[in-house]
């Protein structure tokens, strides 16, 4: 059982050249994440999607784009990289049905830097 | 939107001293207030969370309240070990399952 992959961990960037954030999760979950961490911010949330068909925008959505593909993938691209979107990316999912704790399961992470 | 704030974000303790994160919240609509342990180079994990419904939650040596009338919550961490040095985010949503607002981080040094 995977959990939450990520994919690339590592990617260095120059400023206005674009790439794409892959994630995919293999516990049937509904609700899917990607949040960026920068030093002394926390966690930020970029964009959501409640469920299969449907994203959304969180706090800092600004130069990002998303597509949830299936059920299973939730893939973040940013078309014109700038050096202010250095960061750590984490996708994460939850389960999101009645009942259930909660919980966010994190990927492990991508470093972003732009040059 | 929710907005959370978190104190301190540095906290240096001896080890088993205790130490206490404290966090407040804007929104009173929240009713889910998790906590996520960040190890260095590492993915945040839950380490424990409280609902509204709750004022007081244990689970071993850490322990959370929760204030909804004041609209604050705490980690308590007790005997703390070196193996609590991370950072540590509190969390607020609506329900348990939708999106989380994050607090700032806390960063915990352990000193042997």
């Known amino acids: 059982n995977a959990g939450v992959t990520q994919t690339p961990k590592f990617q260095v960037l120059k400023t206005g050249q674009s790439m794409t954030l892959q994630c995919a999760q293999d516990?049937?979950?509904?609700?899917m994440y990607w949040y960026r961490q920068d030093p002394g911010m926390g966690l930020r949330l970029i964009y959501y999607?409640?469920?299969?068909?449907?994203?959304d925008k969180g706090e800092v959505p600004n130069g990002y784009n998303v597509s949830r593909l299936n059920k299973r993938e939730f893939s973040l691209r940013l078309e014109s990289a700038a050096p202010s979107q250095t960061s750590v990316y984490f996708c994460?999912?939850?389960?999101?049905?009645?009942?259930?704790?909660?919980?966010?399961?994190f990927g492990e992470g991508s470093r972003l830097t732009v040059l | 939107g929710e907005n959370v704030e978190q104190h301190p974000s540095t906290l240096s303790v001896q080890e088993g001293d205790s130490a206490v994160i404290k966090c407040t919240y804007s929104?009173?609509?929240?009713?889910?207030f998790p906590w996520y342990k960040q190890e260095l180079g590492k993915r945040p994990q839950l380490i424990i969370d409280?609902?509204?419904?709750?004022g007081e939650k244990k689970d071993q040596r850490i322990a959370v309240t929760l204030n909804k009338t004041a609209k604050h919550f705490s980690l308590h961490i007790t005997e703390t070990q070196p193996e609590d040095s991370a950072v540590y985010f509190c969390?607020?949503?609506?329900?348990?399952?939708?999106?989380?607002?994050f607090g700032g981080g806390t960063r915990v040094l352990v000193k042997p």
């Open positions: 994460a999912s939850n389960p999101s049905r009645s009942g259930d704790t909660g919980e966010l399961f």
């Open positions: 516990m049937n979950h509904n609700s």
């Open positions: 999607s409640a469920s299969e068909g449907t994203t």
């Open positions: 929104d009173s609509a929240s009713n889910y």
């Open positions: 409280i609902r509204s419904n709750v």
């Open positions: 969390a607020a949503s609506m329900t348990a399952g939708n999106k989380l607002t």
